[in-house]
């Protein structure tokens, strides 16, 4: 929820809230977010659905680690499959079956399903 401060009174005020506030105070022309520090002139406010900081604040950053973890085990599971590909010990047949599956970037992971 983005909260912004009334500039007339310096009330802290929910968005859900800036309807109610603006009849009671009626000097509230500009509400600043609390969060970015914009400042918003009449209905502007209505634009700011979401603050960026608040995005980066609460999940934001947490949502991106994790593709990221699991992006970079996709990444360390595709370098194996090329290590065993590199190997001369390895019969043909299963070479063919790497080789085909090097194509692919969703490789399974789980033993069920890569066999
Ligand atoms: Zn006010
Ligand atoms: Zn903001």
């Known amino acids: 929820m983005v909260v912004f401060t009334c500039n007339a ?3 802290a005020v929910k968005k859900a809230q800036v ?4 009849n009671i105070c009626r000097n509230c022309q500009c509400l600043s977010c609390m969060d970015c520090g914009k400042d918003f002139w009449g209905d502007d406010y209505k634009e700011h659905v979401k603050c960026v900081s608040e995005d980066q604040k609460y999940g934001g950053k947490g949502f991106e680690a994790k593709i990221h973890k699991g ?4 990444q360390e599971w595709i370098q194996k499959i090329h290590e ?3 190997k001369p010990s390895i019969s043909p047949k299963v ?3 790497l080789e085909q599956m090097r194509a692919f970037d ?3 992971r789980k033993k069920v399903k890569f066999q």
Do not use: M, Y
């Open 9 to 11: 009174c310096g009330e």
């Open 19 to 22: 309807e109610k506030h603006v």
């Open 71 to 74: 992006d970079a085990k996709q």
């Open 84 to 86: 065993v590909l590199k």
């Open 95 to 97: 070479r063919n079956i």
């Open 106 to 108: 969703n490789i399974p």
